[in-house]
C-alpha cells in the first residue's frame, strides 16, 4: 500500500488558516488523497478528497501538488472544533477497499 | 438519519474468555469494515465485506478473531480467548460503494479492556 508521511503535531490559533502536509511520493496514477480526521473520542470523519484538481468543500480545500506526490489540507480559519488528529490516505483506485491510516497530525487550536 | 451505531460503547472482559462486538450500519450500504486502534495511533483496518460476504479478512491478526455479516446488514466481531493485548477501541465504517472516493462512514467505536 501507498504510504504517506504528516507531522506528529501541528498547533494553530483561533481564527488563523492552518495547513497541514501530506507526503506521498509513491503515489500512483489512480489513488485518490483522503483526508478524515478524528475528534477526541470519536471515529474519525470525512472531510474531504482529491485526485489531481484542488478540491474545495464547506470543511476545507484541498492543495495537490502538480506531480501529486504532495498535498495541503487548508483549514480557512480555524476553530476551537477542529482540534482533532487529521489522517491523510491514499486510496487505490476506483475499488479501493480499506484505508490504511498512518498516525496522523495532531492539530492543537489555541484560543 | 441513523449513523453506524456500535455496540456495547464499553466492554469489559477477563483474558481467556469471548466478546462479540457489534456494528450495524447505515441502512442501505453495502460495505461494511472493522478497524482495531490502539492508543495514539492510527485505526489498523481488520476485515471488510461487501454484502454478507468477507471480501479482504486480511487484516484479521489471528484465528481468534471472526466476524459475520449474514444477512448483508448488522456485523459481529468476535474474539476467542480474548488476550491483554486485544485491549483498544474497535471501530466500524460503512460506505455504499466500493468506489474508491466513496466516504466511508464511522461509528463512535466500542472501547475494549481485557484485565
Known amino acids: 500500500d501507498a504510504k504517506t508521511t504528516q507531522p506528529n503535531s501541528m498547533e494553530s490559533n483561533e481564527e488563523e488558516p492552518v495547513h497541514l502536509p501530506c507526503n506521498h511520493s509513491?503515489?500512483?496514477?489512480?489513488?485518490?488523497i483522503h483526508w478524515y480526521r478524528q475528534l477526541p473520542s470519536q471515529g474519525p470523519e470525512y472531510v474531504i478528497h482529491?485526485?489531481?484538481s484542488n478540491v474545495n468543500n464547506r470543511m476545507a480545500s484541498l492543495a495537490i501538488a502538480e506531480d501529486r506526490k504532495s498535498s495541503t489540507l487548508i483549514l480557512h480559519r480555524a476553530t476551537l472544533r477542529d482540534a482533532a488528529v487529521y489522517y491523510c490516505?491514499?486510496?487505490?483506485?476506483?475499488?479501493?477497499?480499506?484505508?490504511?491510516f498512518g498516525p496522523g497530525t495532531r492539530l492543537s487550536v489555541l484560543p | 438519519g441513523a449513523g453506524v451505531s456500535q455496540t456495547p460503547s464499553n466492554k469489559v472482559t477477563e483474558k481467556g474468555k469471548y466478546v462479540e462486538l457489534r456494528c450495524d450500519p447505515i441502512?442501505?450500504?453495502?460495505?461494511l469494515y472493522w478497524y482495531r486502534q490502539s492508543l495514539g495511533q492510527g485505526p489498523e483496518f481488520l476485515i471488510y465485506?461487501?454484502?454478507?460476504?468477507?471480501?479482504?479478512d486480511s487484516g484479521l491478526p489471528n484465528d481468534r478473531f471472526f466476524a459475520v455479516r449474514p444477512e448483508g446488514s448488522v456485523s459481529t466481531l468476535k474474539i476467542q480467548r480474548t488476550e491483554r493485548g486485544d485491549s483498544a477501541v474497535y471501530l466500524c465504517?460503512?460506505?455504499?460503494?466500493?468506489?474508491?472516493?466513496?466516504?466511508?462512514?464511522f461509528g463512535p467505536g466500542t472501547r475494549l479492556t481485557v484485565l
Open positions: 482529491g485526485l489531481t
Open positions: 509513491t503515489i500512483s496514477g489512480t489513488d485518490y
Open positions: 441502512s442501505g450500504h453495502t460495505a
Open positions: 465485506f461487501q454484502g454478507t460476504g468477507a471480501a479482504d
Open positions: 465504517a460503512s460506505s455504499s460503494t466500493l468506489q474508491g472516493n466513496n466516504e466511508q462512514f
Open positions: 490516505i491514499l486510496r487505490v483506485g476506483n475499488y479501493g477497499q480499506n484505508f490504511v
